[in-house]
């Protein structure tokens, strides 16, 4: 006796405006990140990933993070993760010190210096981001985008 196992639909070609959203994507995600970096190195000489981990440091209880964790916010591996922190403990904006849970773990800490320079980097982000990016949403429902995004990014 023989199984018929039944065959998945073939995708549903994309419409025009499929398309077009598909290929904006792709290029918004390989040229945003650069823009706004390309503006904080230029104005600030601060890399966009150095000022998203001291960022995320900053938000954090004590302002510290295990590495592992701010490993997993800034979307980076634990050895990235280990040279983006000892670049940034040399400039005096982190501490890493080793975890009082784990001895073989590591946290790092955001320095009063790194605050001090997380906040003044703070508007060259923010007009970065403004201008390469929110200031192109215009009449767009940005809650509903942002549900959308979300989704997409889990």
Do not use: C
Request: charge should be positive.
């Amino acid at each position: 006796m023989s199984r018929v196992v039944p065959q998945p639909e073939a995708p549903k070609p994309l419409n025009p405006d499929e398309e077009a959203v598909v290929r904006s994507l792709s290029r918004v995600i390989y040229t945003l990140p650069r823009a706004i970096d390309a503006d904080m190195i230029r104005e600030q000489r601060l890399s966009l990933i150095e000022y998203l981990a001291m960022a995320h440091l900053s938000e954090a209880p004590d302002r510290q993070l295990r590495m592992s964790d701010l490993a997993a916010a800034v979307d980076m591996s634990l050895s990235g993760i280990t040279r983006l922190a000892s670049r940034l403990e040399a400039q005096g904006v982190i501490r890493r010190v080793r975890s009082t849970e784990d001895a073989r773990g590591y946290h790092a800490i955001l320095t009063d210096e790194g605050f001090a320079r997380l906040e003044k980097a703070w508007p060259t982000n923010l007009a970065a981001v403004r201008r390469h990016f929110l200031d192109h949403l215009t009449g767009l429902d940005l809650k509903k985008l942002a549900v959308a995004l979300r989704h997409i990014a889990t």
